[in-house]
């Protein structure tokens, strides 16, 4: 994450700053607690602003720009859906069809179902349903 390559190194300074600094001065008379208040405040809000830069990287915070590769996708994945139904619809079709041919070949009309009419069927009868449906 690019912030955190940014952010870590100032963090660090201002730690080592507080230890190296602010501890060994702190006997000092005119530090007083409202200094130390002030110092961990500035630390909060050095985390706050972190963890806002990440949401705006990420995409989770409310200024984030959108992301073109997200919106891309689902163009295409809508476009997929779109030709997948297209094919449902053909093949359907197909199918109907097809069980029409085969159930005119034995002499019986099929009700509607779910079934492939190719199972347990010769090849030469295929081919004659084949040819009577180009015939179509």
Not at 18 to 25: C, D, M, N, R, T
Not at 36 to 42: A, G, N, P, Q
Not at 60 to 84: C, T, Y
Not at 88 to 115: H, I, P, T
Request: aromatic fraction near 8%; hydrophobic fraction near 40%.
């Amino acid at each position: 994450m690019q912030i955190e390559r940014h952010y870590q190194p100032i963090y660090d300074i201002a730690e080592s700053a507080e230890s190296k600094i602010a501890l060994p001065l702190s006997w000092l008379d005119d530090v007083s607690p409202a200094d130390w208040t002030k110092l961990h405040s500035l630390k909060k809000k050095v985390k706050a602003a972190r963890e806002e830069l990440a949401k705006i990287q990420d995409g989770s915070h409310q200024r984030s720009p959108a992301d073109p590769v997200v919106a891309f996708f689902k163009r295409i994945q809508q476009d997929v859906q779109d030709m997948l139904a297209g094919f449902d619809v053909q093949f359907g079709e197909l199918r109907r069809k097809a069980a029409e041919a085969f159930a005119e070949d034995n002499g019986q009309q099929e009700e509607g179902g779910d079934y492939s009419p190719f199972i347990g069927r010769g090849v030469e009868e295929v081919w004659q349903a084949l040819g009577r449906h180009e015939e179509l």
